[in-house]
């Protein structure tokens, strides 16, 4: 009977916390909802005036008003705002004419692959970097990489964007410039999955699959810059402050060399940390990516934000602002679920 109630609990325990996560993320998202509404109720741009115009008669704009609901109480309107987000419905963007889901699905693809490319590339070298200032600390390479990542998190982005292209593009013509691909490509590529390199492979034009890739080279180094200075900052501290702790101290006087001992002993206790941190360096290239894309001209997310600002395309704006945070929540929790998985103390 002891062995039967001990084996239930043990069943139990995963369950409920999986109940947990769930009803956790389930208040976010709902909470999400609220802000979101929220800030479309305070908006000072009028939603009616933008469909009808300055002109329209006082019927007409009481009968478009009506026809969205705005004349409901404030209740009522979330309601019906959560049910035509339960059936797709985000409204229509009044800048592009079209479904405001259609515009993002479209736009949402290009912020993921430059986005993905640039956290491999500066979680990698970020990592690397990290470990390598922690096995040399207080030597001229970790000062040289310190203020390299200093300059990172100091420069604005938009700048920098700016002088790669005026550098790179203009003047030693290294790379493409603006853009996803050349106008010779734009029409003759069918876009199948949203992603460009995939497109252009499935295409089986190996020219355009390479002119894909270097309109991919400046945004993707700008981006991975960004997150490897925040990663390697991070990572050196992890590792510095593992290697104060007494099982450091252990392997030393076992003989262990300092690379193994980071390789072997640091590195997979601090990997919850280092989750979190290319986690949250991922949500934030995700929603933060607006200066790139718009230096850029890459057709994503923010440059769609960007739009839809200057528009006061207030529908436009709450889809994808709330796009952006359910992908921020989702990669939250999920990393959470990776940390709880990979690392035993946790557990």
């Known amino acids: 009977m002891f062995l039967q109630n001990s084996a239930e609990r043990r069943l139990s325990r995963p369950l409920l916390t999986l109940l947990q996560g769930l009803f956790t993320l389930a208040l976010t998202?709902?909470?999400?909802?609220?802000?979101?509404?929220?800030?479309?109720?305070?908006?000072?741009?009028?939603?009616?005036?933008?469909?009808v115009g300055d002109h329209a008669s006082q019927s007409t704009y009481d009968q478009v008003r009506h026809q969205l609901g705005l004349d409901r109480p404030l209740?009522?309107?979330?309601?019906?705002?959560?049910?035509?987000l339960a059936h797709g419905d985000l409204g229509v963007a009044s800048a592009t004419g079209q479904p405001v889901l259609q515009d993002l699905l479209s736009a949402f693809p290009a912020t993921l692959e430059l986005a993905t490319l640039a956290l491999i590339l500066g979680a990698l070298l970020g990592v690397i970097a990290g470990v390598l200032c922690a096995r040399y600390a207080g030597t001229p390479w970790d000062l040289l990489v310190r203020t390299?990542?200093?300059?990172?998190?100091?420069?604005p982005i938009f700048w920098l964007g700016l002088?790669?292209?005026?550098?790179?593009?203009?003047?030693?013509?290294?790379?493409?410039?603006?853009?996803?691909?050349?106008?010779?490509y734009q029409y003759t590529v069918t876009p199948q999955t949203g992603f460009v390199l995939i497109d252009t492979?499935?295409?089986?034009?190996?020219?355009?699959?390479?002119?894909?890739?270097?309109?991919?080279?400046?945004?993707?180094?700008?981006?991975?810059?960004?997150?490897?200075?925040?990663?390697?900052?991070?990572?050196?501290?992890?590792?510095?402050?593992?290697?104060?702790?007494?099982?450091?101290?252990?392997?030393?006087?076992?003989?262990?060399?300092?690379?193994?001992?980071?390789?072997r002993h640091v590195l997979p206790n601090i990997r919850g940390t280092l989750l979190t941190v290319i986690a949250l360096a991922y949500t934030s290239m995700l929603e933060g990516a607006v200066l790139t894309e718009t230096v850029f001209s890459w057709p994503g997310i923010g440059r769609y934000l960007t739009t839809a600002l200057f528009a006061g395309d207030t529908t436009a704006i709450m889809g994808g602002t709330l796009l952006i945070g359910v992908s921020f929540v989702v990669i939250n929790n999920l990393t959470d679920?990776?940390?709880?998985?990979?690392?035993?103390?946790?557990?």
């Open 29 to 51: 998202i709902l909470g999400l909802l609220l802000v979101t509404f929220a800030l479309s109720a305070l908006s000072p741009v009028d939603r009616v005036l933008q469909i």
């Open 75 to 84: 209740p009522v309107q979330f309601w019906h705002y959560v049910v035509n």
């Open 148 to 155: 390299f990542t200093l300059l990172g998190n100091s420069v």
């Open 163 to 184: 002088l790669m292209l005026a550098l790179f593009y203009a003047k030693l013509q290294w790379s493409a410039g603006p853009g996803r691909l050349d106008d010779i």
């Open 201 to 263: 492979w499935l295409s089986g034009d190996p020219q355009a699959f390479k002119n894909a890739l270097s309109h991919l080279v400046l945004p993707v180094l700008l981006l991975a810059y960004y997150s490897l200075a925040s990663i390697t900052r991070l990572t050196r501290s992890a590792c510095l402050s593992e290697m104060n702790k007494e099982y450091i101290l252990l392997a030393r006087a076992k003989g262990a060399g300092e690379m193994t001992i980071l390789l």
């Open 337 to 347: 679920l990776l940390v709880r998985v990979t690392d035993p103390r946790v557990r």
